[in-house]
Nanobody, 122 residues
Framework: QVQLVESGGGLVQPGGSLRLSCAAS????????MNWVRQAPGKGLEWVSG????????EYVDSVKGRFTISRDNAKNTLYLQMDSLKPEDTAVYYC???????????????RGQGTQVTVSS
């Protein structure tokens, strides 16, 4: 069965950096786009970033453009999110989500992992 396991979250000061990872198994990773979504306290899910199956196309929500970088290593079945210049408003549980196609679709209903907490606070 499909399994997505996120890691790398934590507490960081504003302006700091974190790198999230998502280990995928149970499907042919290099055939599907992957996404990161997040849920801030008391708010709904928000799509953050997506990458196509071979990593050649990347998309971001406006609020993280220039600060976050999505990438993937298809040899390791792993998705990454490098987060720099973090802001308090980035505080959320971050989930990786499996796409349904090789191209990115901003689908909040997609299968996702258990999430990793990111807290940005001084």
């Amino acid at each position: 069965q499909v399994q997505l396991v996120e890691s790398g979250g934590g507490l960081v000061q504003p302006g700091g950096s974190l790198r999230l990872s998502c280990a995928a198994s149970g499907f042919t990773f290099n055939l599907y786009a992957m996404n990161w979504v997040r849920q801030a306290p008391g708010k709904g899910l928000e799509w953050v970033s997506g990458i196509n199956a071979w990593g050649g196309s990347k998309e971001y929500v406006d609020s993280v453009k220039g600060r976050f970088t999505i990438s993937r290593d298809n040899a390791k079945n792993t998705l990454y999110l490098q987060m720099d210049s973090l802001k308090p408003e980035d505080t959320a549980v971050y989930y990786c989500a499996k796409g349904s196609y090789y191209y990115v679709v901003k689908d909040l209903t997609a299968l996702r992992g258990q999430g990793t907490q990111v807290t940005v606070s001084s």
